[in-house]
């Protein structure tokens, strides 16, 4: 991207109301006051969310260069909230793809969100080819492609682009029959890339097959001869480990090696083994010494560590040897999900406290699905040997960290218009998950009511709240203590006037 996206100051959200913190008012207007604070909460609810979509971002909403108090708007609803309304994705994971109404004229993004500075992606091929400024109601959403990978979508989103550009530009060698075409006639086939787009769309993932599975035979050959050269070297540091243990030579033996290294520098030091010959000869035998040492040193070191990490990948994946961890695991995570929900969207007639119990269940559920995931980890790793003691004797090449192939399982795209996915002729074998955009389906999903018939659902609904809380027991008489009659002045102060508030009967 040129320049980084403006984006908008969303306000926080609503503060979740609950209404057991004032049913311990002891004030005598109680059940009025609560009644109230119920008919707020059922307008807040009632307000139709969700229902425009935002495509463009809010030149309003930027901070403003004279540091003008600006009012941050309410955070829109994009695409975003549509596609990935828990926000998981990472930059790149999702392109956004848009279409102007008029010409058909794609722009793609990697936000939510089109900015004048995505114009810079159309290029000058006519009058009134490049538009000056982005308008909110031209731009609507074409599609959006979901991708395994942040990697994988920077590198679709670069070729589709590229795609466009060559359609744009190179039109004489794609659509050579545009040369006889009028002009005006000409800009408007060359501005229109609706078709183009689902094209290139399906040549970009079959590329992307291609790739990922040269990718990952080219992985999987050397995955092999890493765990060829794991096995045979692992093997000689046993070897040389348990031949350490057992000492049944002296080539095998740590201490008698360092006394003969220790000699062999005593030797060297000697009056009468200073003629070149001899030094030459010493210093042979030191150093074949010393290599024989840091070998030796070097397995018992290895075999040791090799052996506490064996013990405490044990210790941990004792969890999940258990019988039933993976149903507990699948159980703790549904049950993690539904209180995640719940807390969410929490019912304002339960209190305080009992939220607070939620949230601390919660945590330990979530601690307990962490304890269980690294267990099974532990486990696959104590199987397998695939840890960092086990591949620590890897050479350099071998250790470096290889980029995941591309794969088409787990890319989707959702249209606008299914129509628009015949365009291509013919979509890769994986890529079978086409699904449409849920554009209309909260303004489906919203009733809306005439103003006579809003204030009788209203009615309604806080009726119903009402009574729920009173049969609770929450609005009785029992939480209202009897009135108390002040205590008479004492001393100075019964002789000093009562100094009433000059701002209390004020009136706008």
Known sequence: ??????????????????????????????????????????????????????????????????????????????????????????????????????????????????????????????????????????????????????????????????????????????????????????????????????????????????????????????????????????????????????????????????????????????????????QKSLQAAKASLETRLGKVQYAVRKAEQFKHLQEDLSRIAAPANAEGAEARLDELKAQARVMQEALENPDPTRSAADLQMDRDLLAQHQTDITTLEQAFDAKTQSQTRDHYIARSVLPRYFKKVHPKPYTLEGVTIQWADMQDALYAEQWPGLVDLHTSLPLNKVRGETLLLSAEEYEIEKNNDVGRVMEALQSRGALTETHLEPDVEPEPKRGVSRFLPEIRNPFKSATA
Not at 122 to 151: M, N, Q, Y
Not at 167 to 180: C, G, V
Not at 263 to 268: A, G, I, P
């Open 1 to 278: 991207m040129p320049r980084s996206l403006a984006r908008l100051r969303y306000r926080p959200p609503p503060v979740p109301i609950t209404f057991a913190s004032s049913l311990n008012l002891n004030t005598p207007h109680l059940e009025a006051l609560t009644e109230k604070r119920v008919a707020a909460y059922v307008v807040r609810q009632s307000n139709p969310r969700h229902i425009k979509l935002q495509t463009t971002v809010n030149a309003k909403a930027r901070r403003q260069a004279t540091g003008d108090h600006v009012v941050a708007p309410w955070k829109p609803y994009t695409l975003r909230d549509m596609v990935d309304p828990e926000g998981t994705a990472k930059h790149g994971e999702i392109v956004y793809v848009f279409r102007n109404v008029k010409t058909n004229q794609i722009i793609y993004s990697l936000a939510e969100l089109l900015d004048n500075h995505h114009l810079a992606q159309l290029p000058f091929i006519g009058k009134h080819s490049k538009p000056p400024v982005l308008r909110p109601d031209e731009w609507v959403p074409h599609c959006v492609i979901t991708f395994p990978t942040a990697a994988q979508g920077h590198n679709a989103f670069r070729k589709l682009r590229e795609f466009r550009h060559l359609h744009e530009l190179a039109w004489d060698k794609t659509n050579p029959e545009f040369r006889d075409l009028h002009r005006k006639l000409r800009i408007q086939k060359i501005m229109n890339q609706r078709a183009n787009m689902s094209a290139d769309l399906a040549e970009v993932l079959r590329l992307q097959e291609e790739h990922g599975e040269h990718t990952a035979a080219e992985q999987a050959e050397q995955q092999q001869k890493a765990t060829a050269y794991i096995d045979q070297r692992w093997e000689q540091i046993d070897a040389l480990a348990n031949a350490a243990v057992a000492k049944e030579k002296l080539t095998d033996n740590v201490k008698w090696l360092q006394h003969q290294v220790r000699s062999m520098t005593m030797k060297l030091r000697m009056k009468h083994n200073q003629n070149a010959a001899d």
